[in-house]
């Protein structure tokens, strides 16, 4: 899952709000929100996005926090390190190789380096209260 449909799903489960519902609302198949949510399809379209926004009603700065995170969640990334120097290219290529053998708190422990100022709230899943997890 995208660090974007964390937050919708959040958003959605905070309100009670099926996928199916949802989906039907914003006048898509609940088959291609499902494929976007487990980032089976690429990011979202920046007027996907607004239409989130506005299903929610979120003010400006949720919906500009919902925005930065439809930039970064795209599902298959591909990094150019063509111009900078050795140490950007081995950890491109180290992320490439060992992403999948960490854990979420070391995932975590990364993104906090890399961007400190983004680390506290990520994917905003704290802000919303949640169920237990479960697709729907």
């Known amino acids: 899952m995208t660090p974007f449909w ?3 799903r959040a958003l959605r489960r ?3 709000i099926p996928l199916t519902r949802m989906a039907g609302d914003l006048g898509v198949s609940a088959a291609y929100l499902s494929a976007l949510e487990h980032g089976r399809r690429g990011r979202p379209t920046a007027g996907l996005v607004m239409q989130v926004c506005g299903y929610f009603d979120l003010i400006w700065d949720d919906a500009e926090a919902l925005k930065r995170l439809a930039r970064l969640s795209h599902p298959r990334v591909v990094i150019d390190t ?3 120097g050795p140490e950007a290219t081995e950890l491109a ?3 490439r190789d ?3 053998q960490r854990d979420p708190a070391t995932l975590s422990r990364a993104l906090a380096l890399i961007d400190p ?3 506290g709230g990520r994917s905003g899943e704290s802000e919303a209260p949640t169920a ?3 697709t729907g």
């Open 132 to 134: 237990p997890a479960a």
């Open 117 to 119: 100022e983004a680390s």
């Open 82 to 84: 063509s111009n900078l």
């Open 14 to 16: 905070a309100r009670g």
């Open 98 to 100: 060992r992403i999948g």
């Open 6 to 8: 964390v937050r919708v």
């Open 93 to 95: 290529n180290l992320l």
